[in-house]
């Protein structure tokens, strides 16, 4: 069974960076699609970016575009994330699935959630 546990999460300032990471067991990630989510209290949970299996296919949300980059380590995946606004304040999920510019968008096209790291962007 694939578990993922997500770290990283902090307080930061605006404008400030943090680097996530999705840390893999049970398989090598490299075998599944990894997405990042997040979810901020009262909203819906959202696709920020996801990374295919070897390929390497990244995808973005618009909101992220420019600043968040995705990547892979020996079984784990990172995400960059630079200039980081008040809006990006929530919970940061991982979940395996397929990655697409389509599935980036839906959550519920991935599983094997992790339990969320909080990232606080506040001056």
């Known amino acids: 069974q694939l578990r993922l546990r997500e770290s990283g999460g902090g307080l930061v300032q605006p404008e400030e960076s943090l680097t996530l990471t999705c840390l893999g067991s049970?398989?090598?990630?490299?075998?599944?699609?990894i997405g990042w989510f997040r979810q901020a209290p009262g909203k819906e949970r959202e696709g920020v970016s996801c990374?295919?299996?070897?390929?390497?296919m990244t995808y973005y949300a618009d909101s992220v575009k420019g600043r968040f980059t995705i990547s892979r380590g020996k079984n784990v995946v990172y995400l960059q994330m630079n200039s980081l606004k008040p809006e990006d304040t929530a919970m940061y999920y991982c979940?395996?699935?397929?990655?697409?510019?389509?599935?980036?968008?839906?959550?519920?096209?991935?599983?094997?959630w992790g339990q969320g790291t909080q990232v606080t962007v506040s001056s």
């Open positions: 979940a395996q699935g397929l990655c697409t510019e389509s599935t980036v968008r839906n959550p519920r096209e991935f599983d094997a």
């Open positions: 049970g398989y090598d990630l490299d075998l599944f699609g």
């Open positions: 990374i295919s299996t070897r390929a390497g």
